[in-house]
């Protein structure tokens, strides 16, 4: 880990190009809503290993532009059927923590008790927002990420029932189509993500969106 800084107490992040080549540019400091913010406005993101901060800005990065999103003929039919009902910042807490304890194809969660407290945090500060499919009356999937300018920071998602976070997913994204956010930053591949839409494009590029689309 040698050439990586380590933040301290002071409010402040090593320029994006100093990361190491899979993206990790920074460890420590905490997860105050100042650093946080600084963080999503500089194109970083963070991850936790244990109780360590690591933060994050790799190169490429994966996005969503909205206006590409695809939906498949059998989402189509879920987005009709009625089967789900579209809600929005109802239930934020539930929806950080049913993605903290989801389970994974890949190691363990990064989100931790401080992680879960800091998002609610800025939730109720109006950054930290959620997208949420009902089942019945009961919360069946949902995502949940930062909202700065016309930028979505996406962060987790889960599913309790097959396809309810892409049916939380594709509805957030038609809502944030019609409020003209531009870009939706995806961070890593993956695979359920690509098969909406998303895409790798250059750091460079990223970050000047970023600069562009965040006052």
Avoid at 10 to 31: N, Y
Wanted: glycine letters at 8%; aromatic letters at 14%; a neutral charge.
């Amino acid at each position: 880990m040698s050439g990586l800084s380590i933040l301290d107490d002071k409010l402040w992040f090593p320029p994006a190009g100093a990361s190491t080549e899979d993206g990790l540019l920074a460890i420590g400091g905490d997860l105050s809503d100042e650093r946080l913010l600084l963080a999503y406005r500089s194109g970083i993101f963070p991850w936790f290993d244990d109780a360590l901060p690591l933060w994050w800005c790799p190169d490429p990065r994966f996005v969503l532009f909205p206006s590409e999103l695809k939906v498949s003929k059998s989402m189509q039919q879920v987005l009709r059927n009625g089967r789900f009902e579209f809600k929005m910042n109802t239930s934020f807490e539930k929806v950080i923590h049913n993605c903290k304890i989801a389970k994974r194809d890949h190691e363990g969660t990064w989100i931790t008790t401080e992680v879960e407290r800091a998002y609610m945090r800025l939730h109720k500060k109006g950054y930290g927002v959620c997208a949420e499919a009902w089942c019945n009356g009961e919360l069946a999937g949902g995502l949940y990420g930062i909202l700065i300018g016309k930028i979505f920071f996406g962060e987790s998602m889960f599913s309790l029932i097959s396809n309810a976070s892409k049916f939380a997913f594709i509805n957030y994204v038609y809502y944030l189509i019609k409020k003209d956010v531009r870009l939706i930053d995806c961070q890593v591949y993956t695979q359920h993500l690509e098969s909406l839409g998303a895409r790798m494009i250059s750091r460079n590029i990223f970050l000047d969106m970023v600069k562009s689309y965040i006052p």
